[in-house]
């Protein structure tokens, strides 16, 4: 190949990389500086009361990357949920292209938010962004988010439907399988074995909640979910 054919190929490759990329930036350009907001649930950290959330994403110009601010702090389970539910959202969303990144902000009323249980509202949150759509914000989702997109176990399910019921909440999402939850109650017994004398105990009761009829009393909807395509229709349904 003499030095004027591989000048041509050299100048192919150029204009092949030149568009790709112009491609790509064209392709994402629209996304750029989109956000969307849901609440998640959480507890309040060393008590046994819950409390809202409000989970946002953004779309910014990156390459690829996924970053989180929590306020007031988070633990490390939260950070890789964070990383995982914008996997997942930029799949379901169809946006591959690695030239925005996603910035998730936690607001909640709590210390401390720890464990993998805003995973499914962060997909959520994510998605919207991606997409454009509009989330409901009568709809809570918690659970963790596994990378097939599955819904995973989490815990203080029982204050989290009190604070949606605080909050107006009509519709709580929890992980399928969770909707019977066995709580600790404490209970407390007095004797008086003599005139003047009183022993007071303190006991632990273990009872079965039914999360479904709990939910009734308190005007809130309770549906188990498996997976993200199960949650999503929930969130941007006009129903």
Known sequence: MDS??????VAAYVLIFVAGFLYGVSY??????RSA???AAAVISGTDSGTLATVTAQVIPGTGRTYITVNPSAELDTQESARI???VASKLAGKSIPVYDILFTIDAPTPIVGGPSAGAAMTVAAYAALTGKKPRQ????TGEIRPD???GPVGGLVAKLHACADHGIKTFLIPAGERYVRVAEPVVERESPAPGVVIITHTVQWKTVDLVALGKKLGVRVVEVSNIHQVLPYFFSTK
């Open 149 to 151: 997109g599955s819904i």
């Open 4 to 9: 004027r054919n591989v000048a041509l190929v």
């Open 28 to 33: 994402s350009a629209d996304l750029l500086g």
């Open 37 to 39: 907001t849901v609440y």
């Open 85 to 87: 539910a914008a996997s």
């Open 138 to 141: 009568d709809v809570v989702v």
